[in-house]
Nanobody, 126 residues
């Protein structure tokens, strides 16, 4: 199994940027598909961005063109670069991992992922 620790959250003004990091330990990170998810108070957890072990990426409609997911397999780290942040991006952001090698796609549904971090808070002020 793999353990995940997120960092990089914080408070920012609308239009600003943040970069989230997720460091993995415990298993062979390079074989895992990874994703970023978020959950705002009173709302369901939603997929933000994902990257499969083969490098396929997927993005939620609300973040396309603003957020970029990337992974550094040498550092066992997943990143989420968030630009042009909006107040509606305010949420607790989670990193997730699954050992499945999704071929040709990277799923955004939380149910596809087995391991989860504790989350990091992102707050965007208007």
């Amino acid at each position: 199994q793999v353990q995940l620790v997120e960092s990089g959250g914080g408070s920012v003004q609308a239009g600003g940027s943040l970069r989230l990091s997720c460091t993995a330990s415990g298993d062979t990170y390079i074989t895992y598909s990874m994703g970023w998810f978020r959950q705002a108070p009173g709302k369901e957890r939603e997929g933000v961005a994902a990257v499969s072990s083969a490098g396929y990426t997927g993005y939620g409609d609300s973040v396309k063109g603003r957020f970029t997911i990337s992974r550094d397999n040498a550092k066992n780290t997943l990143y989420l670069q968030m630009n042009s942040l909006r107040p509606e991006d305010t949420a607790l952001y989670y990193c997730a991992a699954d050992p499945t090698s999704f071929v040709g796609w990277a799923p955004l549904a939380p149910g596809f992922y087995k391991y989860w971090g504790q989350g990091t808070q992102v707050t965007v002020a208007s």
